[in-house]
């Protein structure tokens, strides 16, 4: 793809007629054509949808309207936010042939703002993974080394991105499934504060941590996208009724004055070169004004055993509803339960039933207190923790990952290996906090390199003004990773 711009610079040029929405999705089709077949980053490409889509914010621009912030910015949506009459399979064959009766709300902000949807993509199975290869449609390979993963569960949508087949793409996080995939396809990835960014639409994992975000280009790119999917929504009762969010007027403003913590802990387990360029990212910040200094926050060490407790109890509940009778496949057998029975043990892949059955045995009579409401008291006190770093610090900064992206097939086999590839992402997400993953050079082997930011709830704004003075420092940047054609 020639001449890279930023996301705002491509939707003016189409808000002004200098290029129209259908020849920027014609060149990004063109992309997809050519590389998709080696990456897989997609279940589903709405070519005809995207054709229609694009068209109609072309007359828009051409009877003198304003078709959005986004006019005929290309978007790629993970497939477990529903489209209405177009297929949402979380890649799961359990949701074969189920066809959402609505939008979700992040895909009609999107349209309202003019972006165009170019396909669904692949992820971990209900978004249980770090690898993409727990997908029913098999895995998605990582553009900057197809002999490996695009982390996950969101690798279809860091894949996506990162290949140049859309300049954007949404994810959902629950235990680092954006900022993950995005450290290791080397692109912007965020993970909103829980309840900033609705969730009426997306299939739920675990209700209490899921949370929608962007994947870009750059952090301006980022910060743009969630200003238009961000803001108050009455479909979701645990969205927040604040004013929409402006995140893209203030990134410029730097970070003079601030405290940056950098999170010891997160350090500790990190690869050599990992915790190098991390430390590069705080240097880059001190040079820039900021004070920085170490801080330690010894309760996310439990992070990782309070989420495998929660968020399996959360989906034993949440994905009791594939029963065979409202949604997708059914397995006919001589009676209900038989067909219960059938439709699950076909429709579920091993890591989904591994999942269901934890968070079946953590809720279960006589040990629910023990596991399920130890959990919980541990939740609390990985925020306690992070409160009282954020007394002294704005923001903190440590890895995203522990590596950079590992070959396809090496911790399949091994689900305790697979779960730390998210030790480090794991605790915003028990709290609730905003985090981003800023990508900052590569490893020895060429291999992105993803440094994180992390601040306290509804602190997006200040979190994208570091976030950008570390993208400025980073080892290659060179002012965007490109929008394409
Ligand atoms: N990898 C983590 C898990 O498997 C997080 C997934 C996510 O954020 N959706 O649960």
Redesign the pocket.
């Known amino acids: 793809m020639s001449e890279a711009s930023s996301v705002a610079e491509l939707a003016t040029a189409v808000r002004n007629g200098t290029r129209s929405a259908s020849e920027v999705l014609e060149a990004h089709l063109a992309e997809i054509d050519e590389s998709e077949p080696s990456i897989h980053a997609f279940n589903l490409v709405t070519g005809d949808e995207a054709r229609r889509q694009a068209a109609a914010v072309d007359a828009v621009v051409a009877s003198g309207g304003d078709p959005g912030l986004l006019a005929g910015v290309p978007v790629a949506l993970k497939d477990n936010l529903c489209t209405r009459g177009i297929p949402t399979t979380c890649s799961s064959r359990i949701l074969e042939g189920w066809l959402p009766p609505y939008d979700a709300t992040v895909v009609t902000r999107l349209r309202e703002a003019g972006a165009v949807m170019v396909g669904k993509t692949n992820m971990?199975e209900f978004?249980?993974?770090?690898s993409t290869e727990t997908s029913a449609t098999g895995p998605t390979r990582n553009p900057c080394d197809l002999s490996r993963v695009p982390g996950?569960?969101s690798g279809g949508s860091a894949a996506a991105v990162a290949a140049g087949f859309a300049p954007l793409a949404l994810g959902?996080?629950?235990?680092?499934?954006i900022r993950q995939p995005a450290a290791l396809c080397g692109v912007v990835g965020m993970k909103p504060t829980y309840g900033t960014v609705s969730r009426y639409g997306l299939v739920a994992?675990a209700s209490s941590l899921d949370q929608i975000g962007p994947f870009a280009g750059s952090v301006a790119d980022a910060a743009l996208c969630f200003d238009v999917i961000g803001g108050h929504d009455e479909a979701d009762s645990t969205s927040l009724n604040r004013p929409s969010p402006r995140l893209l007027s203030v990134i410029d403003d730097g970070v003079e004055g601030m405290t940056i913590g950098v999170l010891t802990e997160f350090l500790d387990g990190a690869d050599p070169v990992i915790a190098e360029r991390t430390r590069m990212a705080a240097e880059a910040l001190a040079s820039a004004g900021a004070r920085v200094e170490e801080v330690s926050v010894p309760e996310v060490a439990l992070a990782l055993s309070a989420y495998y407790l929660i968020?399996p109890a959360e989906a034993s509940s949440n994905l009791a509803r594939y029963d065979g009778v409202r949604f997708g496949l059914r397995v006919d057998a001589e009676d209900t339960v038989a067909m219960n029975t059938a439709t699950r043990s076909a429709g579920f892949g091993a890591e989904v039933k591994r999942r269901i059955m934890l968070g079946t045995y953590a809720l279960s009579a006589g040990y629910m207190d023990a596991y399920y409401g130890k959990a919980l008291r541990v939740r609390t006190l990985i925020i306690e923790g992070f409160s009282r770093a954020y007394q002294r610090c704005d923001v903190l900064l440590g890895p995203t990952t522990p590596t950079t992206a590992f070959p396809l097939g090496a911790k399949v086999g091994d689900p305790m290996t697979m779960?730390l590839?998210?030790v480090c992402t794991i605790p915003t997400n028990l709290a609730g906090h905003p985090a981003i993953s800023v990508p900052f050079g590569t490893d020895d082997g060429g291999l992105p390199v993803g440094v994180q930011l992390l601040a306290p709830a509804l602190a997006e704004s200040t979190l994208v003004r570091v976030a950008a003075v570390v993208e400025a420092a980073a080892p290659g940047w060179t002012g965007t990773r490109g929008v394409g054609s």
Not at 127 to 130: E, K, R
Not at 172 to 177: C, F
């Open positions: 971990d978004a249980m993974g770090s996950g569960s959902s996080d629950t235990g680092g499934s994992f968020a779960y590839s998210d």
